[in-house]
């Protein structure tokens, strides 16, 4: 095989290899704050890293472990809750990313299960020599420096951010 096929076929694996550690990264956050792992949610953020949820504006691990840790989000584990993040769309430029998806809050109310929030989340990453991420033995992995969440409710933002999302525009944009 050539140099210059080797590089094309090790890029390529490279993609993958990040497209998948994003999108596992991405999903472990579910499971983590549904858990009540606060420490292990802050760590999927970068130590300066934001959490933007509609009303809410959380800057640093320590404010966004805080939100695991409070009572309001503890009785929801306590009454039974799924955070469900949908599959992504991952853009990939270099050792930044930005993806977007769907996630749904699910609880669990007199004997049933419904939906409390469905949200418009929009993710900006970044590649670190220490993430949370599960890279190929190099050591590398991914974080959250900006997720940006908006509710579905009608308001134009909410389509824009996931619209804008999926060619690779920063929030806002």
């Given at each position: 095989m050539?140099e210059?096929?080797?590089?094309?076929?090790e890029?390529?694996?490279?993609?993958?290899?990040?497209?998948?550690d994003i999108?596992r990264?991405?999903a472990?956050?579910?499971?983590?704050?549904d858990?009540?792992?606060a420490?292990?949610?802050?760590a999927?953020w970068?130590?300066?890293?934001?959490?933007d949820i509609?009303?809410?504006?959380?800057?640093g691990?320590?404010?966004?472990?805080?939100?695991?840790r409070s009572a309001?989000?503890?009785g929801w584990?306590?009454?039974g809750?799924?955070?469900v993040?949908?599959?992504p769309?991952?853009t990939v430029?270099?050792?930044?990313?930005?993806?977007?998806?769907h996630?749904?809050m699910?609880?669990h109310?007199?004997?049933r299960y419904?939906?409390?929030?469905?949200?418009?989340?929009?993710?900006?990453?970044?590649?670190?020599?220490?993430g949370?991420?599960?890279?190929?033995?190099?050591?590398?992995?991914?974080?959250v420096?900006?997720?940006?969440n908006?509710?579905?409710?009608?308001?134009?933002e909410?389509p824009a951010?996931?619209a804008g999302?999926v060619r690779?525009?920063?929030?806002?944009?």
């Open positions: 050539s210059d096929r080797l590089a094309a076929v890029a390529r694996l490279r993609s993958l290899e990040d497209e998948r999108a990264m991405m472990s956050y579910g499971p983590l704050v858990g009540g792992d420490d292990g949610v802050a999927l970068a130590p300066d890293g934001v959490y509609d009303a809410l504006f959380l800057a691990r320590e404010r966004i472990g805080a939100m695991v309001a989000h503890q584990i306590r009454q809750c799924a955070h993040v949908g599959p769309h991952i430029d270099g050792d930044e990313a930005v993806a977007v998806c996630s749904l699910v609880v109310e007199e004997g419904v939906v409390r929030r469905a949200t418009a989340n929009h993710w900006l990453l970044r590649r670190t020599d220490s949370s991420g599960s890279g190929s033995g190099s050591g590398s992995g991914w974080q420096v900006t997720r940006t908006r509710i579905l409710d009608g308001r134009p909410s951010l996931l999302g690779g525009e920063p929030a806002g944009v």
